[in-house]
């Protein structure tokens, strides 16, 4: 059965530094989704993405964070400059399509620690 | 209000019993509802989508009540590897089409021997 990958597992950063989240969504899948889960809470919509285009944002998804389909399979999801509070698991997901009755299919995650 | 609200539980219950859970969202024009279960510190897997006319699938059943707002899921016969959190997540799409997607906090379910 087809799935959504994610690497790395598990990321630990400083401070103020970059890191690159990647993410493989299901091969013919065109929406794609970034979202994030701070520990002990709920999972928080970030960003959608289709088209290479983002087709929707949160309030979370300030100008430190950016997405690219950089080749025809990888989604890759940047924190430019992370803080603290960016200690998060980090899900992407894909659907089929955009319609609101296509399901999302979501990766094993990425967590990130930051220092 | 909350956009969509669950209980959060735990629900304890015994092998091979019945439980229920409701979810209420509150935006009208949200369009789609599904159920999701969480496993610690694992990504959601979907359980199932919920129709209007609700839908069961084996043990679980989804039911949606569009004029009070609410969702439910009805597990029977609850085993232990039900154990985990139930997400309740709705989608109220946006004005060019595409999902918009929020998720309750979850309810935990836990299945006792």
């Known amino acids: 059965e087809p799935e959504v990958t994610q690497t790395p597992s598990h990321q630990v950063t400083q401070m103020g530094q970059e890191v690159i989240l990647r993410c493989v969504p299901i091969s013919n899948h065109l929406y794609f989704y970034w979202y994030r889960q701070i520990l002990g809470q709920k999972v928080e919509f970030l960003v959608s993405f289709y088209n290479n285009e983002i087709s929707e944002k949160s309030e979370i998804f300030d100008d430190q964070f950016s997405v690219e389909r950089p080749d025809g399979s990888n989604f890759t999801l940047k924190i430019r400059s992370t803080k603290l509070e960016d200690s998060a698991m980090y899900f992407c997901?894909?659907?089929?399509?955009?319609?609101?009755?296509?399901?999302?299919?979501f990766g094993p995650g990425t967590r990130l620690t930051v220092l | 209000r909350k956009e969509v609200e669950q209980d959060p539980g735990p629900f304890n219950v015994p092998e091979g019993a019945t439980v229920a859970f409701n979810c209420t969202y509150s935006?009208?024009?949200?369009?789609?509802f599904f159920w999701y279960r969480q496993d610690c510190r694992k990504e959601p897997k979907l359980l199932m989508s919920v129709y209007s006319s609700g839908n069961e699938d084996g043990r679980f059943t989804a039911q949606l009540n569009r004029a009070s707002q609410y969702i439910s899921l009805l597990i029977r016969d609850s085993k232990l590897s039900d154990s985990a959190t139930y997400l309740c997540?709705?989608?109220?799409?946006?004005?060019?089409?595409?999902?918009?997607?929020?998720f309750g906090t979850g309810t935990k379910l836990q299945v006792i021997p």
């Open positions: 935006n009208s024009a949200s369009q789609s």
């Open positions: 997540v709705v989608n109220i799409g946006n004005s060019g089409g595409y999902q918009k997607v929020t």
């Open positions: 997901a894909s659907s089929r399509g955009q319609s609101s009755y296509n399901e999302q299919f």
